[in-house]
């Protein structure tokens, strides 16, 4: 899709009022510039975790028995682990995330969407055989490092928090 024909699609959107237009072009870019992959602590993760000699693929697609569809950040796909970096806003950290101050009307359920995705994906993969890490980026690289490590070597509790 050409930038115009995405700018125009952007304006439609916000016409009919399926989200709302940003506050100025300095907003837009810095929303636009939020990656889905490839954030700075995944890549560090990764980084570390290669390192340490652990092959793994990088968000590959899980479609499970069920028909859940899965993008992992980090798959270990020989031992079934599966490891999430989480974003502390956009998967309403306890500790740090904030609810939106403008347009709760779209940020409130949106957020609270991604939180039950979160729950669905991570039950899917744990009925399917998988065992689950979920990291909240504020972590430390050598907590978050850990949390995998004794998953993959020991088959520890799935989850980091603090």
């Avoid at 899709?1 to 870019?29: C, F, I, N, T, W």
């Avoid at 602590?41 to 028909?67: I, M, N, Q």
Wanted: charged content about 30%.
């Amino acid at each position: 899709m050409v930038q115009g024909d995405r700018s125009e699609a952007r304006a439609r959107a916000h016409a009919k009022g399926l989200y709302p237009a940003p506050k100025d072009a300095g907003r837009s870019r810095n929303m636009q510039a939020n990656r889905r992959a490839d954030t700075k602590p995944e890549v560090a993760l990764r980084k570390a975790l290669h390192h340490l000699g652990y092959r793994y693929r990088k968000d590959l697609r899980l479609t499970l028995d069920d028909g859940v569809k899965v993008r992992p950040d980090v798959v270990f796909t020989a031992r079934k682990v599966a490891v999430f970096v989480d974003g502390c806003f956009w998967h309403v950290c306890p500790e740090h995330g904030r609810q939106p101050t403008s347009n709760e009307w779209y940020w409130t359920p949106k957020l609270r969407r991604n939180v039950e995705r979160d729950r669905l994906v991570t039950s899917a993969l744990e009925c399917a055989g998988w065992r689950v890490v979920r990291i909240w980026e504020h972590v430390s690289l050598e907590t978050a490092v850990a949390a995998v490590t004794d998953v993959l070597e020991h088959g520890f509790d799935s989850t980091s928090e603090g």
